[in-house]
């Protein structure tokens, strides 16, 4: 049945093309197909040329001068396959990609982790999108799809053609450090549905995306950034849990998976190999059995889970013999390329696996339009408004709007007078919010509080000795750390007042990850509460509206919380 409804659902969304996303044919059968191009660009390649193509190196714009120039060597000398952007400015972003194109013989894949778009690196100059997490909640897919064809069209003004997105990991564990609100949430079929959504979306309008992080990262309270995780679970569960996701899209035509570094042993009884450097892993499990043509990235190979038992360029060549097309942020990409020609010689690899390889990755090239000079040289002009287009701006409300979940009861919000004397309550703050201005201008009779994370006890019996003489409460939950974690930083005192508020009728809005309600003991007691899933002005300006009785929350809890908050709440 949810093959049928995928596929039902892949039909209603390309129906909803926008005249931009132009038809280009399918990417898989066109990368594994001859083209000419290619072929005249291959045998222009020298052997150490060829294994270049399999690597991409890191590159930031906020560095100065000399890292700029530093990581322009590193393409000039080595002729890599691309290059992967982090923090910095969009200008600026412009001016290097332009610039390691130019240095560049064959035109090189840019990528960046776009997972809520440019805002992920660029956050102070671009628009970030809700959270994974939060679009878990959107009962619409369509609104999400959109999301996919505005992300596209973002990278494609920037000069970026490779997103490593979407993350389609099925959180199903609370403590998990390095997923968590990046994920849809923790039911494969709602995981899969919004995968398919985003991936399409973006495809659709011409960018090369990545399903990440296969096998799946999600239940797993080790992050791979700093060591290697371990799952134990059966070969059994991975397949009908984990990698469901991951079968599912490939089916649908995705174009890019990117390898996880964790140990499996299930899958693969090498003592402390990551699956990113397991030929079982890659070659028999995703490519032949689950039948992936695309192209197969490495998560970034100096990360502590890849090297910590494979040193000094080892894993560069392991991942290669393993099956994976694009090796991302080597510690050393001059090293692995010597390393792999070496291994070429030894006979662990064979030259016509790398060519078949490089073969396939000019054809990516080809099918992004980089045989054009024009596609691959990004203009200036205008180019901050272009990724800053009001359209975009509008559609990152509707998301918000979308995602807002009510929990318990309506029956306290029904009930708002906008004429009793409200305290609003923000706590997590240290000033007024964009959620206490909304409400402002409509309650005629009304006061703000606001109570650090770490507020005194007088400063929490100043603002609790005031509230008898208020007809009506509505406190905001806000985690203003950058990004919202499992569990909220708030001190003792802190959280037992909002005990405290639970039990008085209080309508609570939580600006923060949802698993974050369960180290709130005593919050099940409130009769209302709105989880808005993140600490921005998007997500307070939906809630307001819901206060304000302008917006009927549709969401749905994307994950299980506790046994009083469980997967699928909503109204």
Not at 10 to 26: E, K, P, V, W
Not at 96 to 105: A, D, E, G
Not at 373 to 379: A, D, I, W, Y
Not at 509 to 534: D, H, M, R, W
Request: aromatic content about 8%.
């Amino acid at each position: 049945m949810l093959r049928k409804a995928l596929v039902a659902s892949g039909l209603i969304l390309s129906l909803q093309l926008t005249l931009s996303a132009q038809q280009r044919d399918a990417f898989i059968p066109f990368i594994n197909a001859q083209h000419r191009w290619v072929d005249s660009v291959f045998n222009t390649l020298s052997a150490r040329d060829k294994v270049a193509q399999l690597f991409m190196v890191r590159a930031h714009s906020d560095l100065g001068q000399r890292y700029i120039d530093s990581v322009a060597g590193v393409i000039q000398r080595e002729q890599l396959g691309g290059i992967v952007l982090f923090q910095g400015g969009p200008v600026r972003h412009a001016q290097v990609i332009n610039r390691y194109q130019r240095l560049s013989k064959v035109p090189l894949l840019v990528a960046f982790d776009g997972e809520w778009g440019l805002g992920m690196r660029l956050a102070d100059s671009t628009i970030s999108f809700p959270y994974q997490m939060a679009l878990g909640a959107i009962q619409n897919e369509a609104l999400i799809y959109q999301m996919g064809l505005e992300v596209a069209r973002d990278f494609k003004r920037l000069g970026m053609n490779v997103n490593f997105a979407p993350v389609v990991d099925i959180n199903n564990n609370p403590r998990n450090p390095v997923i968590n609100f990046r994920s849809f949430g923790e039911d494969k079929q709602n995981v899969t549905r919004k995968g398919l959504a985003y991936m399409r979306g973006m495809m659709d309008a011409g960018l090369l995306t990545t399903l990440k992080h296969f096998p799946g990262h999600g239940d797993t309270d080790v992050d791979s950034h700093y060591d290697l995780p371990r799952l134990t679970f059966t070969a059994g569960r991975l397949d009908s849990l984990e990698m469901y996701p991951f079968r599912e899209l490939i089916k649908a035509g995705a174009p890019g998976v990117m390898v996880a570094h964790m140990n499996i042993p299930s899958l693969d009884k090498t003592p402390n190999l990551p699956s990113s450097l397991s030929h079982h892993i890659i070659t028999n499990v995703l490519k032949k059995r689950f039948g992936f043509q695309g192209l197969t990235f490495t998560d970034a190979m100096d990360m502590r889970g890849v090297v910590k038992h494979f040193r000094n360029g080892e894993a560069d060549v392991r991942a290669i013999i393993a099956g994976n097309d694009v090796l991302e942020l080597s510690e050393n990409s001059g090293r692995a390329i010597n390393l792999v020609l070496q291994a070429i010689k030894q006979g662990r690899l064979s030259q016509q696996d790398i060519d078949t390889r490089v073969k396939k990755i000019l054809a990516a090239k080809y099918w992004l339009g980089l045989d054009n000079q024009q596609q691959r040289t990004v203009n200036l002009t205008n180019l901050y408004r272009d990724i800053n287009r009001p359209q975009t701006e509008a559609l990152n409300q509707r998301l918000a709007d979308a995602s807002v979940t009510l929990l318990k009861s309506d029956s306290l919000i029904k009930a708002l007078d906008y004429t009793k004397r409200t305290a609003v309550i923000c706590i997590g703050l240290t000033q007024i919010s964009e959620f206490q201005n909304m409400l402002g201008w409509r309650f005629d009779n009304n006061m703000f509080y606001v109570l650090s994370p770490q507020a005194t006890a007088d400063d929490v019996a100043a603002v609790a000795n005031e509230l008898s003489s208020y007809s009506q409460v509505i406190v905001a939950l806000h985690d203003n750390r950058i990004r919202p974690r499992s569990t909220l930083n708030y001190n003792g005192t802190v959280r037992l007042f909002i005990n405290e508020l639970a039990n008085m009728n209080s309508v609570f809005c939580l600006f923060a990850n949802p698993y974050s309600l369960a180290g709130l003991p005593g919050i099940e007691q409130a009769k209302t509460i709105l989880v808005c899933y993140q600490n921005d002005d998007i997500m307070q300006r939906a809630a307001a509206k819901v206060i304000l009785k302008r917006l009927n929350p549709t969401g749905r809890l994307p994950v299980t919380v506790n046994s009083f908050f469980r997967y699928g709440d909503g109204k």
